[in-house]
């Protein structure tokens, strides 16, 4: 049986949500001989045993299909100071290559590892949920990489971006 609910409870969820602060990541990967990179704010960490971490895909993002075929990523947390590069992966800035102008290597089956991200993860897919208008890509983590465990993170919080106190 399929729930769909009403346009109030919608845009309830949605103002709630607004609410609820959330880090910013991207994501990165590489199909073919292409790389591509995204900003996700729904990530989260799974299971330890195996380590597994989470991120949703809007299936109707012009990067679903590349996302949810590739079968290794690089998920990096953002510092508060990374404002315009996660408006940049977001596709906000009007940018067509997302990575020319930034510094960022190869990481493992050359997807890209952007340099100055604080921390970050690399994974491979475990596996793939349909969630509504999302997709769920379950990721076992297969490596961490801590630049700057002192970072400020960059935090998303009713449709502004802020940090932590420390």
Known sequence: MEFKGS???QEGLKE???LYPQGVTIVTTKVGDK???MTVSS???VSLNPPLVTIAIDRASNSYSVFRDAQT?????LSS???ELSERFAGRLGVTDRFAGISWREGLGGVPILDDAPAYIVCRKYGTVEAGDHTLILCEVLETVINNPNF???VYRARAYTTLAS
């Open 81 to 83: 100071e990374q404002v």
């Open 73 to 77: 990523y690089i998920i990096h947390i």
């Open 43 to 45: 990530f989260t960490s």
């Open 152 to 154: 400020k993170p960059l």
């Open 7 to 9: 346009q109030a409870v």
């Open 35 to 37: 790389i591509y990179g």
């Open 16 to 18: 709630f949500m607004r």
